[in-house]
Each structure stands twice: as C-alpha cells, then as structure tokens.
C-alpha cells in the first residue's frame, strides 16, 4: 500500500513539475487544487472509518486521520526534518500548539502528531464541509478568534483554555514555508520543512490571572524557534 502510494506520488510530481516549468502559474493552480482534492477526498474516506471503529467524536480518531494524511506529501515531494519528539511523552492529556502559515500547516502537523492528543483551531474550520468534519470527529478544540487575526490573541485563547483544563500545551514549530510555498508568487514546489517539538508548558496551579503571562511566554518562544529553524537567528535575538 505504502509503496503504491509512493509510486503515484512520483508519477503525479512528474506531471507537476513538468506543467509547472512550462508555466508557474499553471503549475501552482494545479498543485493546489490537488491539495484541496487532497483533503477532501481524504476526508471522505476518513470519516466512515472514524465512525465505525471509534463510534463518534472522539481524539482516538486522530490515529485514522493521521495515517491519511502523511501520505500528502508524496504527491508534493515534502520531505520533514523532526526535532524533539521526546516532548511528546508526558503522562495524561496534553493539547498541541502549532505556528500557522497556510493551507500546508495540516500536513506537517499530521506528520509528528502523537496519539491521544487534542488540537486546537479556530472555529471557523468546523464549517468548512468535510474537513471540518473530520477535525470535529478528531476531537479537535475549536476556538473563538472573533474578528482579530492576531497571534497572541488567539495564544490568548488557548491559553485560558490550558489553564481551565490544567493541562499541559506542547508548542510544534515549523520553519517558513516561503522557500517552496508562495502564493503571492505562484510558487509551490518541492522542499524540506524542520520541525521542532518544543518542552511542554506545565498550567498545573495556574487561574485566569496568570493568562497574560502564560501566553506571552508562548508565543515568544515559538517565535525565536521559528526564525531559528528558519535561518534568521538574527531576527530571533530581535524578537527576544
């Protein structure tokens, strides 16, 4: 199965690429309607197998949702550089929190994803036909960002999130797509993502007065990770 999946992932990146050197606005169009396609059609087959083997909304679906998933980025030629998985072994429940750059985010996400672990998104996504379907039977937190597309407001929210469960938030951070995912310059090629799991941020004994700083504390720490992994530490002392 697996090396079938590898094999249609090649011949499609073939005809990818060869469509893409011929013109670069084809070839992103292309790309990223079979993206789309992608997730959906992801999806679709997901959805049944959540529902008959785990019987509803429940996090136990994520195993089925992953497994789907990672299989994306061989028709795109991603490959993933992961750090720090050792993060991912804490006793009880624990909820991930990733950097957000794009569509991709999903894929990466999925690639290092550990069993028994809640997401949190924000609420529009459970309306986004079968793909929210799919985040809600995950189990997925859905999250109010109102009318703010800021990063530290929505830290903000999962932060008061943490803090009300008491339970520990594990930051994902992964490098700038922009070298092989550019919208404004119809650019979506092959590349290589790092990924790092950062330590897990304990809220054991923390109240809603402690939000401010827990989130503050988050966000400037995924971002110094991110300029790191990026290769622009110097951005990262900037930003400190």
């Known amino acids: 199965m697996e090396l079938g999946w590898l094999l249609w992932g090649a011949a499609v990146l073939l005809l990818l690429h060869v469509l893409a050197e011929l013109s670069p606005a084809v070839g992103f169009a292309l790309r990223l309607s079979l993206y789309c396609v992608l997730c959906v059609m992801g999806s679709l087959l997901a959805a049944p197998a959540c529902l008959l083997l785990n019987g509803g909304r429940t996090v136990r679906n994520m195993r089925i949702i ?3 998933v990672k299989t994306f980025k061989y028709f795109f030629g991603l490959k993933f550089e992961v750090k720090g998985l050792e993060n ?4 009880g429940p624990a909820i991930v929190v990733s950097n957000h750059q794009s569509i991709l985010d ?3 996400l999925m690639e290092v994803l550990p069993d028994n672990c809640v997401q949190v998104g924000k609420k529009e996504l459970m309306y986004t036909g079968f793909v929210g379907l799919i985040m809600y039977l995950g189990g997925v937190i859905f999250i109010n960002r109102k009318s703010t597309t800021s990063a530290k407001m ?3 929210e999962v932060a008061k999130t943490m803090v009300a469960e008491n339970v520990p938030v594990i930051p994902v951070v ?3 797509f922009t ?5 404004k310059k119809k650019l979506f090629t092959s590349g ?3 990924v790092e799991v950062l330590p897990p941020i304990e809220t054991k004994g ?3 007065d402690d939000v401010s700083d827990l989130t503050d504390r988050c966000y400037h720490t995924m971002r110094e990770t991110f300029f790191m992994l990026s290769g622009r530490p110097s951005e990262a002392k900037d930003s400190s």
């Open 66 to 68: 992953k497994n789907v």
């Open 88 to 91: 991912f072994e804490v006793e």
């Open 106 to 108: 999903m894929m990466g």
């Open 154 to 156: 929505v830290m903000s």
């Open 174 to 176: 992964y490098s700038s």
């Open 179 to 183: 070298s092989f995912y550019n919208p």
């Open 192 to 194: 290589k993502i790092k």
């Open 206 to 208: 923390l109240t809603s």
